[in-house]
Every structure is written in C-alpha cells, then in structure tokens.
C-alpha cells in the first residue's frame, strides 16, 4: 500500500480484506447505523474474489436525532426512517465526499473508479446510492441492501453531472424487515428508474427476511460482484 493514507481517516482506519492474487478491483462496502465494519469484512470475505480490495470504513460517531441524540456509529444523522421524513442534507453530502475521497484514493493506486464497486446496508446502503449517483467518475455497480435513496426529492436533478447514469444496481430486501419497510425499497426501486437505465436495476426481495442479511442474498451479492468485476 503506498500513498498517504493519514488524511484519510476513514480508509486508514477500515478493515481491509486484500486479495490473493494481484488486485485490480475494489469493494467499498458501508455497514448500518450503530455497526463497525468488521460484520461486513467476515461476510466479504465469505464471498471474497482473489483479485478484488475489500473496504470497509467505520463510520464516525455522532449524536443521532433518531436515538434520542445517542452518539453512535452513524454516516448522517438521521431523523426518522420514512420516505417523508427530514433529512440531514449537509451530512449526506459531506459523507459521500468522504467515500469520494476513497474512491480518488484507490484510483491513485492503481484501482480507476469503474473497477471500484460500491455497496452498503441499510444507512450504509443509502449513501453507497448517493455517493454513486452523486458520483463524477463511472463506477462499476452498485450493491444496495435494505435501504433507501437519501434525499429523493432532488432527483434525478443531483444527478445531472453523474457518470453513472447506465450503472448495474443490485437493490436487496427482507419482505418482513420492520425498520425500513419493503414499500420503501419497492418506492427507491422505482424512483432509481427515472435516474439511471432502468434495465440496469435488479430489486430481489426475500420472504420472511428482517431486517438483515441472508445465504440467498450474498449468494445474489457474489454473483452481481463476479458479473461487474471480472477478472482481467
């Protein structure tokens, strides 16, 4: 690893799951509100490929409205978890910088950005979306797990400027999770078609499935990773 890594504290703190074999791809994976990265690096690495990066930040921790003003692990401060409900805006934006920065970082040391997906859960997987449709460099995909578009309303306009208009986007959904509901994850679906190619989206939902992960969707997380970061 060469490059400064100390002004970025995110990427200098995450937990990095390194290829076998030479690295030509990325995985930049954000976990959920109140979570670390570690979770999300064992279950990567149960999927990993031999030629691809996995990173995966912690994210900072912040007083959150939502959990009367707890500090936790949290992206943004969030204030509710409904398609209506107020929004952090300078938060989100100044975090996707900051998974901006990493991205620049990577392609510095010889990863470009569409050899770099990006993928989350729940507030992580809000602002993967964000970050790539906010995102000036073409990205190779999007992994979204159990979340929602960030502030929807100002779409597709904040993605006029985006490279990543005909981008794969693999959205995933518990149809029984109880926090952010299939409804919504069905209603950013549809809202991702009138951003980028709608042909692109893929939204998978699993019966019986909360609000977390299972075998059936990982699996459908490795295949999309193998499909959009071939090795080269």
């Known amino acids: 690893m060469c490059g400064n890594n100390m002004s970025l504290p995110l990427l200098a703190e995450a937990v990095t799951v390194s290829g076998t074999e030479k690295e030509t791809a990325a995985v930049i994976f954000l976990h959920g509100l109140g979570d670390s990265g570690h979770g999300w690096a064992d279950a990567m690495t149960a999927i990993r490929l031999p030629h691809v990066k996995y990173i995966c930040p912690h994210a900072p921790r912040i007083p959150v409205t939502l959990n009367m003003k707890m500090t936790?692990?949290?992206?943004?401060?969030?204030?509710g978890l409904s398609p209506?409900?107020?929004?952090?805006?300078a938060g989100i934006k100044r975090a996707a910088e900051n998974i901006k920065a990493i991205i620049d970082h990577e392609a510095k040391n010889g990863i470009p950005a569409n050899r770099v997906l990006l993928g989350g859960f729940s507030q992580g997987g809000a602002l993967s979306l964000y970050t790539a449709l906010t995102c000036q460099q073409q990205l190779a995909g999007v992994v979204a797990l159990s979340c929602w578009l960030p502030l929807h309303r100002s779409f597709p306009?904040?993605?006029s400027a985006s490279g990543n208009r005909d981008m794969a986007i693999l959205q995933c959904h518990g149809e029984m999770d109880p926090m952010i509901p299939v409804?919504?994850?069905?209603?950013?679906?549809e809202k991702l078609k009138v951003i980028v190619n709608p042909q692109k989206i893929t939204f998978r939902t699993y019966p019986g499935l909360m609000h977390s992960s299972c075998p059936q969707e990982m699996a459908a997380v490795k295949e999309f990773i193998e499909k959009q970061l071939p090795r080269i």
Not at 183 to 189: E, N, R, S, V
């Open 157 to 159: 306009q904040a993605a």
């Open 183 to 189: 409804q919504f994850g069905a209603m950013t679906a």
């Open 84 to 89: 209506d409900s107020p929004e952090d805006e």
């Open 72 to 79: 936790m692990p949290s992206w943004f401060d969030l204030m």
